[in-house]
T-cell receptor, first 115, second 116 residues
Framework: AQTVTQSQPEMSVQEAETVTLSCTYD???????LFWYKQPPSRQMILVIR??????QNATENRFSVNFQKAAKSFSLKISDSQLGDTAMYFC????????????FGGGTRLMVKP | GAVVSQHPSRVICKSGTSVKIECRSLDFQATTMFWYRQFPKKSLMLMAT?????????EQGVEKDKFLINHASLTLSTLTVTSAHPEDSSFYICSARLSTGAGELFFGEGSRLTVL
């Protein structure tokens, strides 16, 4: 079974600053996907970024980027130029390849962006 | 992107009654949908995988007679909480899988159930 661990229950950052959210996972699989999802106060989950394990290059989506360390089973999310709208719960998630899109979520990190 | 809608967004019911929550994929067909439960300030726990035209697959510890799932069409899955009790109060979220492309998952807005 896979496990996903987010060691930071809560974090805060000043507007326009950069923050990094941590995520580690445990799996014996070699092919898999990793995701970061955002859940704002409206509660709807939104995909922030995804990473295929076979790709060495770290995924980037505008202000969001990841540091994927496959050997260390680490998948951190960096948010640059933080905005007030980034305030939300962030969940790291794991999906085995060919697992029918079944996601295993981490416990979440509550991020507060302060003005 | 694709849109998944849940209804109702909030529901309050009396103990012992049944409540149905709908999950619809509005602009795409979803052969597979997932139902999650989320407790306050907690992560999402997968309850079951709903497959169109077949029985749902339930995760260990989830009572299938308690949480009835029906996926009668490619755009609709329903979760019925039967004989609800206060401990069933929670936030229920569905997601639907895009059957084309990378098979990305899209999430509904969630439904908050409060059982009195």
């Amino acid at each position: 079974a896979q496990t996903v661990t987010q060691s930071q229950p809560e974090m805060s950052v000043q507007e326009a600053e950069t923050v990094t959210l941590s995520c580690t996972y445990d799996t014996s699989e070699s092919n898999y996907y990793l995701f970061w999802y955002k859940q704002p106060p409206s509660r709807q989950m939104i995909l922030v970024i995804r990473q295929e394990a076979y790709k060495q290059q770290n995924a980037t989506e505008n202000r969001f980027s990841v540091n994927f360390q496959k050997a260390a089973k680490s998948f951190s999310l960096k948010i640059s130029d933080s905005q007030l709208g980034d305030t939300a719960m962030y969940f790291c998630a794991f999906m085995k390849n060919n697992a029918g899109n079944m996601l295993t979520f981490g416990g979440g990190t509550r991020l507060m962006v302060k003005p | 992107g694709a849109v998944v809608s849940q209804h109702p967004s909030r529901v309050i019911c009396k103990s012992g009654t049944s409540v149905k929550i709908e999950c619809r994929s509005l602009d795409f067909q979803a052969t597979t949908m997932f139902w999650y439960r989320q407790f306050p300030k907690k992560s999402l726990m997968l309850m079951a995988t709903s497959n169109e035209g077949s029985k749902a697959t339930y995760e260990q510890g989830v009572e299938k007679d308690k949480f009835l799932i029906n996926h009668a069409s490619l755009t609709l899955s329903t979760l019925t909480v039967t004989s609800a009790h206060p401990e069933d109060s929670s936030f229920y979220i569905c997601s639907a899988r895009l059957s084309t492309g990378a098979g990305e998952l899209f999430f509904g807005e969630g439904s908050r159930l409060t059982v009195l």
